[in-house]
C-alpha cells in the first residue's frame, strides 16, 4: 500500500507518505493566509521527494481535529476530493496523534495546541496505548488543564508534554516543569503527519482510533456560532 497522510488542525500543513510500512517521506510547513492553496504544492513536494506519484496512492489518512475550523475543514475538503478524484478510500483519525511520541508504560503523552482565546485543546493518552485516553479531548484553559495535569502526575505518572500550546502559556508549559508535573522532553517543533499512517497500520489499530466518520472534530462552537446564540439571546430578552 501506498498511503498519505495530511493534516492541517493546527498553526502547520503536515504530510508525510508510506510505502508498505515505511515513512518514505514527511514534510511539515508553518500555514499561512491561503492555506487552501498551499496544500497541493506540500503535497506535490512529499510526493516528489519519494519519486512517487498521486495515482500510486491507495489510501489518504486526514486529521480531523480539534483544531482551527479553518484548517479542519481546509485538510478534510482537500483529502475528500482527492480521495473522489483517484478512487481511493479516505480514513480520518483525531489531529493529536500527529504529537504522539512512543513512550514505555507508566508514561502519559499530553498533546496541547494553541486554541487562541486563553485556551488549548488538549488530551492525554499512555505513551505505549494511544487509544487508552486519561484526559478527555477539550477546551481547557491553562489553568484548569495544570490541575488535571497535576492530579495525574500525583498518580505517579510520568507525563511527557507535546504541542505548542505548552510554549503559548508559560504557566502551563514551563511552571509545570519546574514543579516536577511535565517531565523534560526535547522540544517536537511541529506536528508529525508520520504517525496518522504508524498508528493505522493494523486492524486493532484502525478498529480503536479511526473516526466512524470524517466529521470534523470542533471542541467550541465557532465565531459565527457564537454570535448568532447572542443575536437570539438578544432578540429573545427583546421580547415583551
Do not use: N
Not at 32 to 43: E, K
Not at 68 to 82: K, P
Not at 93 to 116: E, F, K, M, Q, Y
Not at 138 to 165: F, I, K, N, T, Y
Amino acid at each position: 500500500m501506498t498511503r498519505l497522510a495530511i493534516d492541517t488542525a493546527g498553526a502547520f500543513i503536515a504530510v508525510a507518505l508510506e510505502v508498505g510500512e515505511d515513512i518514505v517521506a514527511r514534510v511539515c510547513v508553518r500555514r499561512r493566509t491561503g492555506q487552501a492553496s498551499s496544500v497541493a504544492p506540500v503535497v506535490d513536494g512529499v510526493l516528489a521527494l519519494a519519486g512517487a506519484r498521486a495515482t500510486e496512492l491507495t489510501e489518504l489518512v486526514v486529521g480531523i481535529g480539534p483544531g482551527s475550523f479553518t484548517g479542519i475543514r481546509v485538510g478534510l475538503s482537500w483529502a475528500q476530493g482527492v480521495g473522489r478524484g483517484l478512487g481511493v478510500p479516505v480514513i480520518g483519525v483525531s489531529s493529536a496523534l500527529t504529537w504522539h511520541v512512543d513512550c514505555g508504560p507508566g508514561v502519559v503523552v499530553v498533546a496541547a495546541t494553541d486554541a487562541r482565546k486563553a485556551e488549548v485543546y488538549a488530551s492525554a493518552w499512555q505513551g505505549d496505548d494511544p487509544h487508552a485516553a486519561l484526559v478527555t479531548a477539550a477546551a481547557w484553559s491553562p489553568a484548569a488543564l495544570a490541575d488535571e495535569l497535576r492530579a495525574l502526575a500525583g498518580r505517579g505518572l510520568r507525563l511527557v508534554p507535546r504541542g505548542d500550546g505548552f510554549a503559548a502559556y508559560a504557566d502551563l508549559g514551563a511552571a509545570l516543569v519546574r514543579e516536577g508535573v511535565l517531565a523534560p522532553w526535547p522540544d517536537q517543533p511541529a506536528p508529525d503527519a508520520g504517525q496518522l499512517l504508524v498508528r493505522t497500520r493494523t486492524p486493532a489499530e484502525r478498529e480503536a482510533l479511526v473516526a466512524p466518520t470524517l466529521e470534523p472534530i470542533y471542541l467550541r462552537a465557532s465565531e459565527a456560532e457564537v454570535a448568532e446564540q447572542q443575536r437570539l439571546a438578544a432578540t429573545a430578552d427583546a421580547q415583551p
